[in-house]
């Protein structure tokens, strides 16, 4: 039992000096220039039977405050068997600026929607590419405002999606909400530290040189995900690129959290299974997360058991609570998201198991991009 304790706290005292660490990050990201520049700017939307989703955003993207003739919207209707490639002709009729490209076949080497987005970048005229999904909500100034962080010695930008929660102060959706907050504080503090570890494909951009320069994706291309995070990846490794992380509120791009619950499980083990696809480093920092985690986990159990081991537990969890608020308070002054730091306890107390569950179930699963769910055999988020 003391050798269970004195590994807890070990892990609880580095966990908490790294968010402490972590959070110099968003101190830098405040600092950041900006450029006037208007370059010519390709915006990518790939699309799977997105139907339902896609006018929305197409009409984000109608409605950009961006010189016409300095940006193009290439939308990629990949396999849809649903009326999503009438949806995308309808707006290239009305709109010169919107450019469809369809994908009839599947190749075994290249995951569907990494192809995509490698088809829409080879037809791409931008210097610019920026890329979001067929269910984001861009605002009239996302074109702009994510240029204007693209300064001379800029390659790449990542920014903030937060997730849309109507009726507002939905309980579940809240909590939902402050989760993915939690991802792009990540995303936020260790870019800001120079060392970007993830990011989300709804909302990023690069140049297209650096796209070439770097050959795609890879050695990632075959992974079903990792459009985002995994390039990100080879960006970063390339040790030759600056990377940047958008900030500003009008870069932001909403979109809905999972409806269904077996979406958001999906989603949550989809993300888990790439662990092991990061650089060693990368890796061996998720591990220790999730040890971690698994030790808070077994304790807070245990003590029913062991009633000894109650209150080294509770100050444990007392530290890594604290520390946890300090950074996501933070974090939601840093993404101009503050709207559900409040509900933050209950989250901490929810993540414990979360992160158990789902780290160790993700290893055991593959998955397919926009994958079909059966609504008939799930329930609706409440």
């Not at 939308?75 to 369809?102: L, N």
């Not at 939690?182 to 909302?203: D, E, I, Q």
């Not at 996501?328 to 158990?356: C, E, W």
């Not at 780290?359 to 769910?373: D, I, N, P, S, V």
Request: proline letters at 5%.
């Amino acid at each position: 039992m003391d050798t269970y304790l004195i590994i807890l706290f070990m892990f609880t005292f580095v966990y908490a000096a790294g968010l402490w660490y972590l959070s110099n990050g968003f101190n830098q990201i405040k600092k950041q220039g900006r450029t006037d520049s208007k370059p010519m700017v390709s915006v990518i939307v790939s699309a799977h039977n997105e139907e339902t989703h896609l006018p929305g955003c197409l009409e984000c993207l109608q409605a950009q405050e961006y010189p016409p003739e300095k940006v193009e919207f290439l939308i990629v209707d990949d396999r849809s068997t649903d009326a999503t490639g009438a949806v995308t002709d309808r707006f290239a009729e009305q709109d010169t600026r919107f450019r469809p490209i369809s994908i009839k076949d599947r190749r075994p080497d290249f995951a569907p929607k990494k192809r995509a987005i490698d088809t829409a970048i080879r037809h791409a005229r931008g210097e610019v590419i920026l890329l979001t999904d067929a269910d984001g909500r861009p605002g009239s100034n996302w074109v702009s405002g994510m240029v204007s962080y693209f300064t001379e010695q800029t390659d790449m930008v990542i920014g903030y999606a937060p997730y849309t929660v109507k009726p507002a102060g939905h309980f579940t959706k809240s909590l939902l909400a402050l989760e993915y907050l939690s991802h792009a504080a990540v995303a936020a503090a260790t870019c800001g530290l120079g060392f970007p570890v993830t990011c989300v494909g709804t909302n990023m951009g690069y140049r297209k040189k650096l796209y070439t320069e770097i050959g795609g994706f890879g050695e990632y291309k075959p992974f079903i995900s990792g459009d985002d995070d995994l390039f990100l990846t080879r960006v970063r490794e390339a040790k030759q690129y600056t990377i940047r992380y958008a900030d500003a509120p009008e870069t932001h791009v909403y979109n809905d959290p999972p409806q269904l619950w077996s979406k958001f499980l999906h989603q949550r083990m989809r993300y888990a299974s790439k662990g092991f696809s990061y650089p060693k480093k990368v890796t061996a920092g998720l591990l220790a997360y999730y040890l971690f985690n698994l030790f808070m986990f077994v304790g807070l159990l245990g003590f029913l058991f062991v009633p000894a081991v109650f209150y080294p537990v509770l100050a444990a969890y007392g530290i890594k609570s604290v520390g946890e608020f300090y950074f996501m308070n933070l974090a939601g002054k840093t993404l101009h998201d503050t709207r559900f730091i409040s509900r933050i306890p209950l989250v901490q107390v929810l993540h414990i198991p979360y992160v158990v569950v789902f780290g160790f179930l993700g290893q055991f699963k593959r998955f397919r991009w926009a994958e079909a769910h059966s609504e008939a055999a799930v329930q609706k988020m409440a």
